[in-house]
């Protein structure tokens, strides 16, 4: 029986590859199991706008949500992430599998107008595994908003 994430992949009907990467402990080491650019790892951000209302952010890895850029475009004052139980609870993932496919609830989906036109890595909803597909596909599957919603990754 297919996973949550792979079942709704199907039913979307949108071509994809699953790639097995392991168990990695971070977005660089997802990149190099791959063989892809930290950029064309997404994150699945889990973003709480008030009691059970939430959205999923999709980011390139090599960038992080913008507070200011996404308050704006959804014209809130107050965002937040949920602990892990709470994006469990969101989305029936754990982290580091989370996925908008196959979510528990459809939250609206919002991606960064960065991840338009090239092949992207996202989570498939289960650990050491992860989907590859074209970011337009996955856009349009999700009919998610596209904007400008990322800043540069901080140098440490």
């Not at 980011?59 to 959804?74: C, I, Q, Y």
């Not at 809130?76 to 969101?90: E, F, K, N, T, Y």
């Not at 908008?100 to 989570?123: C, K, M, Q, Y």
């Amino acid at each position: 029986m297919p996973s949550p994430a792979i079942a709704a992949l199907e039913a979307a009907q949108l071509p994809y590859r699953l790639v097995s990467r392991g168990e990695v402990g971070s977005l660089a080491e997802a990149a190099a199991a791959q063989g892809v650019a930290v950029a064309d790892v997404v994150k699945t951000i889990v973003v709480r706008r008030g009691a059970d209302d939430h959205l999923f952010v999709l980011t390139p890895g090599d960038r992080v949500v913008s507070w200011p850029k996404l308050r704006a475009l959804l014209g809130v004052q107050r965002l937040s992430m949920p602990d892990a139980a709470g994006a469990r609870a969101a989305t029936g993932y754990e982290r580091g599998t989370i996925t908008p496919f196959g979510a528990s609830t459809a939250w609206p989906v919002i991606a960064d107008e960065r991840l338009r036109g090239r092949e992207i890595s996202l989570g498939a909803g289960e650990r050491g595994l992860a989907i590859a597909a074209d970011a337009d596909a996955v856009i349009a599957a999700l009919d998610a908003t596209v904007a400008d919603v990322t800043d540069p990754q901080p140098t440490r």
